[in-house]
């Protein structure tokens, strides 16, 4: 059978000599993956017409057995030119396409993903002054809400005692571990969290839930610091060991990361506080 789709390239593998194994976002088939045979050949119909974060025109033969389909015709459609010239955001773009190729099983329809992600790289592509740290967070946030996983720091309802001088956040069960809780998934890989720690994910979460928190900040300098001044530097410590628990990232790749798009000193310093054990 020939499918046709519309796909953003998240990995490109060589394969032998001359071919690519590539890996894909579509918006009905989720995340799939194709070989593009002698895409590397001088005289090779693909060549130039994929790269990694461009959105492109895919024809290609399903083949059930393997989960590897066979590439027919490739086009691009949206190449995201900016992305080549700005390394930072490159790097930054590196890293969403990666860590949604590790979080989503394949063949698992996610229109909203591939919506999410396509917004995202053409924000990176046309705003060379994009606020890159924040970006990540927006997106991973996302990502884990579109997923179902995302963390819950609600106090427990129960209890109603005052809110204590660190919470203890259980990695199992995505949720704070509350001192009558005594289920045993809840003790497991506990962590501490501070409660400006708690207090700003909770008031992320809650505008993410209630649509309230837009993929892109627009550039206006008054609403930049509003924005900055909710994201302490914990926030994304917390969401990193979260993500590297929970969805197949390396520490090191999303670490590394942080590191390439870090332009100012606060930046830095939440990068101390990230590489500390
Ligand atoms: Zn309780």
């Given at each position: 059978m020939i499918t046709q789709t519309e796909a953003i390239a998240?990995?490109?593998?060589?394969?032998s000599k001359t071919s690519h194994i590539v890996t894909w976002l579509t918006p009905d088939h989720g995340r799939i993956t194709t070989s593009i045979k002698g895409a590397c050949r001088p005289k090779s119909p693909f060549l130039g017409q994929y790269d990694l974060f461009y959105t492109c025109h895919l024809l290609f033969y399903t083949r059930e057995h393997d989960g590897v389909h066979i590439a027919k015709e490739c086009e691009p459609h949206h190449r995201r030119d900016l992305l080549r010239e700005n390394w930072r955001a490159?790097?930054?773009a590196s890293y969403l396409v990666e860590l949604t190729a590790r979080a989503l099983p394949p063949r698992e329809q996610h229109a909203d993903i591939y919506k999410h992600l396509s917004q995202t790289l053409?924000?990176?592509?046309?705003?060379s002054d994009a606020p890159?740290?924040?970006?990540?967070?927006?997106?991973?946030?996302?990502?884990?809400?579109?997923l179902g996983v995302l963390p819950d720091l609600s106090p427990c309802e129960t209890c109603h005692t005052p809110p204590p001088e660190w919470f203890s956040f259980s990695l199992a069960t995505g949720r704070l571990r509350c001192q009558h809780d005594h289920s045993p998934h809840a003790a497991?890989?506990?962590?501490?969290?501070?409660?400006?720690?708690?207090?700003?994910?909770?008031?992320?979460?809650?505008?993410?839930?209630?649509?309230?928190?837009?993929?892109?900040?627009?550039?206006?300098?008054?609403?930049?610091?509003?924005?900055?001044?909710?994201?302490?530097?914990?926030l994304s410590r917390f969401l990193g060991i979260f993500i590297t628990c929970h969805l197949d990232v390396p520490a090191a790749v999303r670490r590394v990361t942080l590191e390439m798009i870090e332009t100012t000193p606060t930046q830095k310093f939440a990068l101390q506080e990230i590489q500390q054990p």
């Open positions: 998240l990995q490109i593998r060589p394969w490159a790097a930054l053409d924000y990176l592509a046309a705003h890159l740290l924040e970006c990540m967070i927006r997106y991973e946030l996302h990502l884990l809400y579109f497991e890989n506990l962590i501490s969290l501070h409660p400006t720690i708690q207090e700003a994910f909770t008031h992320l979460r809650n505008k993410l839930i209630s649509g309230r928190y837009p993929l892109h900040l627009e550039p206006s300098p008054i609403k930049k610091k509003e924005e900055k001044s909710k994201l302490p530097l914990g």
